[in-house]
């Protein structure tokens, strides 16, 4: 089983708190520039399993080619892809590899999907309080996250375990 969602990242700059000595005010750059890509992330609760994307835009052709991606790592694996309700993932154009099936999470209900966590630690880790100078950076930024994640399944396993997915995948297996 696993989850799935999709963010969008840029140079929209994110103030965080941060650690100063005593005595000073730490100076944090911001910038608001309307730049933006999207990653794709699809993780596995149970072993810290992640694959990831990243596109220009969340729309239904980029949807296929990242279900084709995990179908491609998983290519053995029947996967049960849980997901939110977005129209390019019920799109009927939608081509979904054979060993994908997908099951939709109730609507306005992010905090059943625990990718949304992944999300969390991208802008906590890679983007709070920096300021990217082009696009190609937040991309690197992006990469550069996502492959910590996806070379440290300990690290997903922890944003991504709730109980109630980990207890179940156990049953399952």
Request: proline fraction near 6%; charge should be neutral; glycine fraction near 4%.
């Amino acid at each position: 089983m696993m989850f799935m969602d999709e963010a969008r990242f840029g140079r929209i700059s994110e103030l965080r708190q941060c650690w100063a000595p005593a005595g000073t005010r730490p100076v944090v750059p911001k910038q608001v520039v309307r730049e933006w890509i999207y990653a794709y992330a699809a993780v596995s609760p149970h072993d810290g399993a992640v694959v990831s994307a990243i596109h220009a835009k969340a729309n239904t052709e980029h949807m296929t080619n990242f279900m084709a991606k995990v179908a491609d790592r998983f290519p053995a694996d029947r996967i049960i892809m849980v997901m939110d309700g977005a129209g390019w993932h019920k799109a009927k154009a939608l081509i979904l590899p054979a060993n994908i099936h997908r099951i939709f999470l109730p609507p306005y209900s992010p905090e059943l999907n625990p990718a949304e966590h992944i999300w969390d630690h991208m802008r906590e880790n890679e983007f709070a309080n920096r300021v990217y100078a082009t696009l190609a950076a937040v991309e690197a930024g992006m990469n550069t996250g996502l492959d910590r994640l996806r070379d440290n399944p300990r690290i997903a396993r922890a944003l991504c375990g709730f109980d109630w997915i980990v207890i179940m995948a156990l049953k399952v297996d």
